[in-house]
């Protein structure tokens, strides 16, 4: 049996599996997916990530994610920023402004590095998509919320009870509204004018925390005039930093990276 090398790392507690396929190519990560990311028989995580050499010149390197259930999302972005800490700190690139190439496109990564360490990464997550319907396709049968694609769908319901996604999160994952599924937020503006938010992440459910999904849920926050262009989103696993910029239209994603084991398995 083949050994391969991975890291564990999180983001804001969103965990992954992460393996540098150039030196251990998978050839089934769907299977690979569900198989390790098993919290009882596995290694235990939200799912895979594949870390790639780019077939395109615009970009340094390429990521492909498997969620818990095997499928593939088109992106991450916990999981971006945490390659942005791997490649550096893995000493596999010595830029702190990386191009990342994803499903969802070209992303960049900016990193802020003190004594050799990635303190935090700012991802341009690129501009919100209002209406996709590949992704949305009727509001009819819904919580009132807002749909906001940031390379993956997400629907944001503003709610005084946001633990609604022990209940509603699977229900509405599936809806027929959303032919691919969907990643749900319930979130809630609190008194000193953060964002709480808890998702509910298409293939692989609660999450402590997801970073297309807190950038959606500010976007839809601002949509709803219920907050500013700046905002600080609070999550199960920690607090993700967000900016929709109106010079460029851009959403900028800024939070922590961490290591929590390397390991072998067959």
Known sequence: MTKIRFTKMHGAGNDYIYVDTMQYPIANPSEVAVKWSDRHKGIGSDGLVLIGKSPVSEA???????NADGSEAMMCGNASRCIGKYL?????????????????????LNLLVTDGKV??????????VLADERFFVTTRGL??????????PH????????DMVETMGRTLEKHPAFPQHCNIE???????GNIRTRVWERGSGITQACGTGACATAV???LTDRASRKSN?????????????????HVYMTGPASFVFDGEIE
Request: charged share 25%; hydrophobic share 40%.
């Open 60 to 66: 340094d390197f390429s990521m492909r994610i498997f």
């Open 88 to 108: 550096y700190e893995k000493g596999m690139t010595t830029k702190t402004r990386i191009q990342l190439l994803t499903l969802s496109g070209v992303k960049t």
């Open 119 to 128: 303190q935090s990464v700012t991802v341009d997550m690129g501009k919100p």
């Open 143 to 152: 919580h009132e919320g807002t749909f906001v694609s940031m390379g993956n």
């Open 155 to 162: 629907y944001v319901i503003f709610t005084p009870d946001v």
């Open 186 to 192: 319930f979130a809630q503006v609190t008194d000193d």
């Open 220 to 222: 839809a926050a601002v």
């Open 233 to 249: 989103i609070v999550m199960d696993g920690g607090t993700l930093h967000i900016e929709w910029r109106e010079s460029d239209d």
